[in-house]
Nanobody, 120 residues
Framework: QVHLVESGGGLVQAGDSLKLSCVAS????????MGWFRQAPGKEREFVAA??????YYDDSVEGRFTISRDNAESTVYLQMNSLKPEDTAVYYC???????????????WGQGTQVTVSS
């Protein structure tokens, strides 16, 4: 059974940093593209970043502020978030996909999410 467990969310002020982690189990982690998405109240889940073994991809809204990385030995994907803004407030989810994609419906597995709240 596949499990993705996110952690690291919290309440911070604008300009602060947070680092999210997502630990995977029950899947061949190194074979999957891993993505981070977020969902704010009343909005659809949106792409934030994705990482494969050969590259990283970002939404324009986080490019230059967020960094995604992965540790295949630990089956973990990270999202370093710097210069946080109030509009970054959302529940952040990690997902696993057989190929890199920005479309949430193409991800096979999801975690339960971790709340990030940025105050102004």
């Amino acid at each position: 059974q596949v499990h993705l467990v996110e952690s690291g969310g919290g309440l911070v002020q604008a300009g602060d940093s947070l680092k999210l982690s997502c630990v995977a189990s029950g899947l061949a982690f190194s074979r999957y593209a891993m993505g981070w998405f977020r969902q704010a109240p009343g909005k659809e889940r949106e792409f934030v970043a994705a990482v494969t073994n050969s590259g990283a991809y970002y939404d324009d809204s986080v490019e230059g502020r967020f960094t995604i990385s992965r540790d295949n030995a630990e089956s973990t994907v990270y999202l370093q978030m710097n210069s946080l803004k109030p509009e970054d407030t959302a529940v952040y989810y990690c997902g696993a996909s057989e190929f890199v994609t920005v479309q949430s419906y193409e991800y096979d597995y999801w975690g339960q999410g971790t709340q990030v709240t940025v105050s102004s």
